[in-house]
């Protein structure tokens, strides 16, 4: 069984900054990317930032920037530096993780239960 923790959202001013952290734990075999998609309220849930784990990242325009994405691979950990943060930001941050669990089974997407961000003053 796959699980992904994230970790480290919360309340914060305009212009502040949080790190978002995500670990996935479990029975894996291999992780290829990890992610970050968030879901404000009456919206769909968008595309924040992905990485591969050989580097590669990927940011959607509303946060290039601003945020970074980085992993530690060896712990299955995904992070995301949001710095200079807008109201806009604001939604629940979801962590994916596209991985192998058993020799088995095929490659899916796994998905963290959220955590939110709120940009406030």
């Known amino acids: 069984q796959v699980q992904l923790v994230e970790s480290g959202g919360g309340l914060v001013q305009p212009g502040g900054s949080l790190r978002l952290s995500c670990a996935a734990s479990?029975?894996?075999?291999?992780?290829?990317?990890m992610g970050w998609y968030r879901q404000a309220p009456g919206k769909q849930r968008e595309l924040v930032a992905t990485?591969?784990?050989?580097?590669?990242?990927n940011y959607a325009d509303s946060v290039k920037g601003r945020f970074t994405i980085s992993a530690d691979n060896p712990k299955n950990t995904v992070y995301l530096q949001m710095n200079s943060l807008k109201p806009d930001d604001t939604a629940v941050y979801y962590c994916?993780?596209?991985?192998?669990?058993?020799?088995?089974?095929?490659?899916?997407?796994?998905w963290g239960q959220g955590t939110q961000v709120t940009v406030s003053s």
């Open positions: 990485i591969l784990f050989s580097g590669t990242t």
């Open positions: 994916t993780a596209f991985i192998k669990a058993r020799l088995t089974t095929p490659w899916r997407d796994y």
């Open positions: 479990g029975s894996i075999v291999s992780i290829t990317r």
